[in-house]
């Protein structure tokens, strides 16, 4: 059974970091990108950042170059460092594998900018 779990948000000033992890359990094949979602109060889950199986990423606009996705394939982890943070960056931050078959998810992790 796959499952993806996300550590590491927290409380934190304006201008702070974290750094994200997701940890992935289980046998996932056919990894087309694996990436970061997050969620705000009253919002649409919108994409933060992405890798795809090649290497090349891409980010949402707003990140402004302010975060960093990356991978350990030998640990099976997703990270994602975050810099710089703003209290608009509040939201649930989840972690998503997309494969040729199916999407998974994690269960999210917090962040919380406080101004």
């Known amino acids: 059974q796959v499952q993806l779990v996300e550590s590491g948000g927290s409380l934190v000033q304006a201008g702070g970091s974290l750094r994200l992890s997701c940890a992935a359990s289980?046998?996932?094949?056919?990894?087309?990108?694996m990436g970061w979602y997050r969620q705000a109060p009253g919002k649409q889950r919108e994409l933060v950042a992405r890798?795809?199986?090649?290497?090349?990423?891409n980010y949402a606009a707003f990140v402004e170059g302010r975060f960093t996705i990356s991978r350990d394939s030998a640990k099976n982890t997703l990270y994602l460092q975050m810099n710089r943070l703003k209290p608009e960056d509040t939201a649930v931050y989840y972690c998503?594998?997309?494969?040729?078959?199916?999407?998974?998810w994690g269960q999210g992790t917090q962040v919380t900018v406080s101004s």
């Open positions: 998503n594998y997309d494969t040729s078959s199916r999407d998974y």
């Open positions: 289980g046998s996932i094949f056919a990894i087309d990108s």
């Open positions: 890798i795809f199986s090649g290497g090349l990423t």
